[in-house]
């Protein structure tokens, strides 16, 4: 992550600007992608919210887990249910020097309702696609939204899932002084 862990702790959980938190899940790795596989161009990819990438990789895992070539669902009508509610990549970019030929995609590759859109454009797929935000509830919501597009025949098929990287150490601090 790059976080100076020491700085960032301090026993008192009222101190200011610092966390009580001593241990953390961390996703190692998280920042590795091929962009070249799905046919980002590396100068898009500088762009691409962690997230996005993220949901590429394990949307494709899963599909080949599944036994299912992800090719093959191009035209189709599935349907890809994203949950995504917190995003600290905004802000990361806007203090970062992205080269000023990648500037072009930084709306794409910062913005959490292109999500889904990114999944779906990637896999070719035609069925519904929505990035939802409900807080704490996003994947659930996508699951349930996924299922009644099933049931309700407007998708043959549905990606459902969600994803929630935390990138810097501001929004712990901010739970943290909750």
Partial sequence: RGWDLAS??????DARGKSYAQRGGF????????PAFFGISAREAIS?????RLLL??????????????????????????????????????QSAIP???????ATGKYRSVAAGRLSYTLGLKGPTMSIDTACS???VTVHMACQSLR???????????????????VTRSFDAA
């Fill in 8 to 13: 960032l702790y301090d026993p008192d959980p």
């Fill in 27 to 34: 996703l190692h790795d998280a920042g590795d992608f091929d």
């Fill in 48 to 52: 691409i919210d962690p997230q996005q």
């Fill in 57 to 94: 990789e394990t949307t494709w895992e899963a599909l080949e887990n599944a036994n299912i070539v992800p090719k093959i669902l191009a035209e189709s009508d599935t349907g890809v249910f994203v949950g995504i509610s917190l995003t600290d990549y905004e802000y990361l970019v806007e």
């Fill in 100 to 106: 000023a030929d990648s500037s072009i995609y930084v």
């Fill in 138 to 140: 996003s994947s659930l």
């Fill in 152 to 170: 309700t025949g407007q998708s043959e098929l549905a990606i459902a899932g969600g994803v929630n990287l935390v990138l810097s150490p501001t």
